[in-house]
């Protein structure tokens, strides 16, 4: 578990992804960028097409 200075100043809440960066300073954490995974819009990317925005572009 991460201490709670390090997760309020990262703003890390219960779920969030981190990502560990190794470089030859040491070992940095990071919040981690969301995932397709975790668009819950994502299933629907078969209707993102030109054709259905001209044709449901109004609604």
């Given amino acids: 578990m ?3 200075e390090v997760r309020e100043r990262l ?3 219960p779920g969030d992804r ?3 960066v190794f470089d ?5 954490i990071e ?3 969301p995932t397709e995974s975790d668009d819950p819009f994502a299933t629907f990317g078969e209707w993102s097409s ?5 044709a449901y572009g109004d609604l």
Avoid at 24 to 28: D, F, K, L, T, Y
Avoid at 50 to 54: C, K
């Fill in 50 to 54: 030109e054709i259905d925005d001209e």
């Fill in 2 to 4: 991460l201490p709670r």
């Fill in 24 to 28: 030859e300073a040491g070992v940095r």
């Fill in 18 to 20: 981190l990502r560990y």
């Fill in 31 to 33: 919040r981690g960028a």
């Fill in 11 to 13: 703003q890390i809440k």
